[in-house]
């Protein structure tokens, strides 16, 4: 009777009927056979991972993966024998030369949630496929509604449901979706062993959360993009990087892919300090300086938060780099209240 967990409820560790029905429901959205869901998209992260590889195994990874993902390929695997290589995943022949003869995965984020990078998508699965290769894509920024990397040929697809799936910035999940035979697998070992399945409370603060999802999801995108061109005929701004700009640079490979963009974007500022980058941030008013985004509410993170005072170099991109996810307010509301701490960082 215990023999076969996946087919019964044993244990809330694995089965749970609310659990059940929000999986059913996350693997439809994604295109999916079936899916997993996490106490944390992190936990999704590292169970997609270990899951395919082992000792003496080799990771190609698009360069700027989410921080705990790269954590895991830089400071964990290798202590188990197991190396990445990061490549500039813009270009598909990066991949190519990147792969060796015991490569035995493909981490990819499209865009990547820093500075949006895209991955040709199906282009790394036909790569990959006849290798073996085990493609995975987070996709957590544009959303399954935006795009919908299984159907793109890859393998499996993990998602922060921490951000828009619940959308209220109260719970912390993730999601792992693709051929039952797999998901089965990772269920029967990985995702039993690590613990970090949802809770059945969380799980329904998902299935609540994804009724509203498209409605939050277009108001947030929507509102960026106000935001967003307001922001790039602002004298202080050196440009604006979101794939939903006409000027994006990977453009055409946004529309073969991509039916929308998500609700956040990065901006360059022209700041000679960091004292400037600061101004700007705590003089907002409504809108937050925090990691996270997908809630109601709008948040921003300066990436100069990240590097030490004194080694704050004006020449360098990244330094002046703003990320700002617009939530549910009013456009106008956010607008003013961005626009005056811009005349207040960069006066006249
Ligand atoms: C937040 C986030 C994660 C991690 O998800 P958690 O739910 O916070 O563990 C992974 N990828 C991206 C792109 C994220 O924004």
Redesign the pocket.
């Known amino acids: 009777m215990f023999a076969d967990e996946s087919s019964g409820y044993v244990y809330s560790r694995g089965k749970h009927p609310t659990v059940d029905i929000l999986r059913q429901k996350l693997a439809a959205l994604d295109g999916a056979e079936d899916a997993l869901v996490f106490g944390?998209?992190?936990?999704a992260?590292f169970c997609s991972v270990i899951a395919n590889v082992k000792a003496g195994d080799h990771i190609v990874s698009q360069r700027d993966p989410?921080s705990?993902?790269g954590k895991l390929f830089t400071d964990i695997l290798p202590r188990f024998g197991i190396e990445t290589s990061f490549v500039d995943g813009r270009d598909i022949g990066n991949f190519r030369e990147a792969l060796r003869s015991n490569t035995k995965l493909i981490y990819l984020?499209s865009p990547?949630?820093k500075t949006f990078e895209l991955q040709d998508l199906e282009a790394v699965a036909i790569l990959a496929k006849p290798h073996g290769i085990i493609t995975v894509c987070?996709n957590?920024?544009a959303t399954p509604l935006y795009q919908q990397p299984v159907k793109l040929g890859i393998d499996l697809v993990l998602q922060?449901?921490?951000?828009y799936i619940n959308g209220h910035s109260d719970a912390?999940?993730?999601v792992l979706s693709g051929r039952a035979e797999m998901i089965r697998s990772i269920f029967l070992k990985e995702y039993n062993t690590i613990g970090s399945g949802v809770s059945p409370f969380t799980a329904w603060q998902l299935l609540r959360g994804l009724r509203t999802m498209p409605l939050r999801v277009e108001r947030s995108v929507n509102t960026s993009r106000i935001i967003a061109e307001n922001l790039k005929r602002h004298r202080a701004v050196e440009k604006i990087i979101f794939p939903a700009d006409e000027a994006f640079a990977q453009r055409d490979l946004y529309n073969m892919q991509m039916k929308g963009a998500g609700g956040m974007f990065s901006v360059i500022m022209k700041a000679g300090s960091v004292s400037q980058m600061e101004t700007f941030c705590e003089s907002l008013q409504h809108v937050l300086i925090a990691v996270?985004?997908g809630g109601h509410e709008s948040l921003v993170i300066p990436f100069c938060a990240g590097v030490e005072r004194d080694a704050f170099e004006a020449e360098n991109e990244a330094h002046r780099m703003v990320r700002i996810y617009c939530g549910l307010e009013d456009p106008e509301y956010l607008w003013n209240d961005i626009r005056q701490a811009l005349e207040r960082a960069f006066p006249a």
């Open positions: 944390s998209g992190a936990a992260i989410y705990w993902a984020e990547n949630s987070d957590s920024y922060s449901a921490t951000k912390v999940a993730g996270s985004w």
